[in-house]
């Protein structure tokens, strides 16, 4: 059984994250996804490169179930191509600067007059409008100008997550808009411009704090890794490593102080509430390290999950590679990509539909291999092909 895009095809001229991770989520689905590239490849295609100058780890897991085109749309015969394409598709995605999707003619207006039921999927730094709708920007921007970055590490030094969740965060705005189109479109044959940015992300995810803030003008301070509103919720060394333990939720404290051997603190004001215990974390994380320090992290989650007070080991990027519940759940799947020289463990589609699962089919393309089966559906001939490719067209 085919996904549940089966049949819809999406143009991905995508950059770097927010983008092609959007196009990857689609063609998990089942869409058919062409990467469209330039000549001599995108700027993400060599970024953190992993076998023998190209691909980069990310495009890896931005690309996997695509296929590759290289077109150069801003010459003549590049818009020739382009105008064959796009009414074979029913989605494009694009994450670049509005004046450059207006000289490349994948703006919306361009679009529709080609394919009037077009969808164009839009990701920015900004957004179309507003006095930064002009400025570039990558995840950290997003991060830092959202207050998140602020709140996060030690005080007097802002920390930025080094995980871009703010691009990741965007891809997944960017497929939702795109699969409620297709909806759209199924219902009244209107295509539309879907459009997300990096900054409606990261003040999407920090908007809770934005909430407190404008009501209680609380002024939060970064503390490191403990909470602000529950505690324990902090990092704690072990005797051999390091665990993270969240006691979220008045039952969860009332087992922890048990395991403490801390029953007198259930009747303490100080830990009255969820907040109380917040105000008051830098005592509960003491008294949390001192149990600790006497255990190792296998002994230490072992006792928190049998008081079911949920905790975790904090994982080395090869311990979360190793983690044998990954291994249960197949999570990772092994791609061999030519020049590199093992399979890439790239994630599968972390959601899962019981009837119409997404699924990781196959490797990221390499540069332009698609390139000579597309444009030969379009019409074109072997020769044709090989004066575009002379030309650097493809």
Not at 25 to 36: H, K, T
Not at 46 to 58: D, I, K, L, S
């Amino acid at each position: 059984m085919g996904g549940v895009l089966e049949g819809i095809r999406v143009l991905d001229f995508g950059r770097y994250i927010a983008g092609p991770f959007c196009g990857a989520l689609l063609a998990d689905m089942g869409a058919e996804v062409i990467r469209i590239e330039k000549i001599d490849g995108s700027e993400d295609r060599y970024v953190g490169p992993v076998g023998e100058g190209e691909p980069g780890a990310a495009f890896l897991q931005m690309c996997r179930n695509k296929k590759g085109l290289t077109l150069n749309p801003m010459k003549p015969q590049g818009q020739e191509i382009l105008q064959r394409l796009v009414p074979t598709a029913d989605v494009v995605v694009a994450n670049l600067p509005h004046p450059t999707l207006k000289a490349m003619g994948i703006d919306y207006e361009s679009l529709k007059a080609i394919k009037p039921n077009i969808i164009l999927t839009m990701v920015s730094a900004f957004g179309i409008d507003g006095p930064y709708a002009e400025r570039v920007g990558f995840d950290t921007l997003g991060q830092a100008m959202s207050g998140a970055m602020y709140l996060t590490g030690d005080p007097g030094r802002p920390t930025r997550a080094q995980v871009p969740y703010v691009d990741f965060g965007t891809a997944l705005f960017s497929a939702f808009g795109t699969m409620a189109a297709l909806m759209e479109r199924n219902k009244t044959g209107r295509g539309q411009l879907v459009e997300s940015s990096l900054f409606s992300t990261a003040l999407t995810f920090a908007n809770p704090f934005h909430i407190e803030q404008a009501v209680l003008e609380i002024n939060r301070e970064p503390q490191g890794n403990r909470g602000y509103t529950a505690a324990p919720v902090d990092a704690f060394r072990t005797r051999d490593g390091w665990i993270y333990v969240l006691a979220i939720g008045t039952p969860i404290f009332e087992r922890w102080a048990r395991l403490m051997g801390e029953e007198e603190w259930l009747s303490d004001p100080r830990f009255a509430t969820d907040d109380d215990r917040g105000r008051h974390g830098h005592l509960i994380s003491e008294r949390m390290q001192r149990w600790c320090d006497e255990r190792t992290t296998a002994e230490a989650l072992a006792e928190l999950e049998q008081a079911r007070v949920p905790g975790g080991q904090v994982n080395t990027v090869q311990e979360a590679l190793d983690d044998p519940h990954a291994a249960a759940r197949k999570l990772f799947k092994m791609l061999e990509y030519p020049g590199v020289r093992c399979p890439a463990p790239v994630m599968d589609t972390a959601v899962r539909l019981s009837a119409t699962p997404g699924n990781v089919r196959h490797r990221a393309p390499l540069l332009g291999e698609h390139t000579d089966a597309i444009l030969g559906e379009l019409g074109y001939s072997a020769r044709e092909i090989a004066g575009f490719r002379k030309q650097r067209i493809v």
